[in-house]
């Protein structure tokens, strides 16, 4: 009977081992994903608040830019095209870049992802 009690013993203490394993684990993965979520939401909100300013700033740069330019031709509304035309070339600009700035994003958030 010694060599049967030994295997259920060492069976039980395999079991033991491997429910501390499973917790461990599950303790790791919850958290993996509340550090995920805490540097998703952080990239979000700072995206929201660069992204604010930044247009904020660029609305009143186009602003002075139109008048500048109103006052340099003499025509509001041919500034306005000159720089609506601007936006435009810029637009286009990302629209044939996308794939590339896709890629960009892509490295960047892998690193921050997976590490």
Not at 6 to 12: C, D, G, K, V
Not at 21 to 29: G, L, N, S, V
Not at 56 to 84: E, H, N, Q, R
């Amino acid at each position: 009977m010694g060599v049967i009690d030994s295997l259920n013993e060492t069976s039980n203490k395999a079991i033991d081992v491997g429910e501390v394993y499973y917790k461990k684990t599950q303790e790791y993965y919850r958290l993996k994903v509340f550090q995920q979520l805490t540097m998703t939401t952080g990239m979000l909100l700072k995206t929201a608040v660069f992204g604010g300013l930044g247009f904020m700033a660029l609305v009143f740069i186009t602003v002075a830019g139109v008048v500048y330019i109103a006052k340099i031709i003499d025509s509001m509304v041919g500034a306005c095209l000159i720089a609506g035309a601007f936006f435009v070339v810029l637009l286009i600009l990302a629209y044939l870049f996308r794939s590339k700035i896709d890629n960009l994003l892509v490295k960047k958030l892998s690193v921050k992802f997976f590490n």
